[in-house]
């Protein structure tokens, strides 16, 4: 099994939409949870921030972490076509020594 | 100005060929890392630096060789590569406090064609 799961996509959708992505994990040593976006050809950013389980909103975002069922979700309301892009989810461990990206999930937003 | 800045930005070489890719992060961190993007792969890990010292190699081939001068500035030397390790080559930073979380920023990358 691998570490993280993340399904690639793509993901289609029309604008104003909600979106539901999602990533599963097997190791119970993650504390931190990531979400980063990344649009064509450009650098990963940081979207989201949370630790342990729970919900942590920012604007039209919401991350969600189930530390009981290993999965983490982001969220994004009324979607536009600047959300187009390609979004990993990260995970570490207390530590700080182990970070595990997923493989990203690529999102079209269609106006 | 961004916080990890890379240079340069596109770079084609040969396989007879050395260049190498240099990082720059302006946030004050004490760690710093080379990752590898291939398509329709995870982010590959390749080297870490905590103060200044290497802590990660995640048997990366040789051909590849980090360097860290200070904890500000990362550079990735390539010689001998090959057409597979055409990628986008991403430098980050971070600010290690064990307890605290490892939340890393990404530069905008390196985009390596190898021919």
């Known amino acids: 099994q691998k570490e993280v799961e993340q399904d690639p996509g793509p993901l289609s959708v029309p604008e104003g939409a909600i979106v539901s992505l999602n990533c599963t994990y097997s190791n119970s040593a993650f504390q931190y949870f990531m979400w980063y976006r990344q649009y064509s050809r450009k650098g990963p950013e940081l979207l989201m921030y949370t630790y342990s389980s729970g919900n942590k909103e920012d604007g039209r975002f919401t991350a969600q972490v189930d530390k009981s069922s290993k999965y983490i979700s982001l969220f994004i309301r009324d979607s536009q076509p600047s959300d187009s892009a390609t979004y990993l989810c990260?995970?570490?461990?207390?530590?700080?020594?182990?970070?595990?990206f997923g493989k990203g999930t690529t999102l079209s937003v269609s106006s | 100005e961004t916080g990890v800045t890379q240079t340069p930005r596109h770079l084609v070489m040969g396989m007879t060929n050395k260049k190498s890719l240099k990082c720059e992060q302006h946030l004050g961190h004490n760690a710093m890392y080379w990752y590898k993007q291939s398509a329709k792969k995870p982010l590959e890990l390749m080297f870490v630096?905590?103060?200044?010292?290497?802590?990660e190699n995640n048997s990366v081939p040789s051909r590849f060789s980090p360097e860290c001068p200070n904890s500000s500035h990362l550079f990735l030397h390539l010689h001998t590569l090959q057409p597979e390790d055409s990628a986008l080559y991403l430098c980050?930073?971070?600010?290690?406090?064990?307890?605290?979380?490892?939340?890393?920023?990404f530069g905008e990358g390196s985009w390596l064609t190898v021919v």
């Open positions: 630096y905590s103060l200044e010292e290497r802590v």
């Open positions: 980050a930073s971070s600010q290690v406090e064990p307890g605290a979380g490892n939340t890393i920023y």
């Open positions: 990260a995970m570490i461990n207390q530590a700080g020594t182990a970070l595990i």
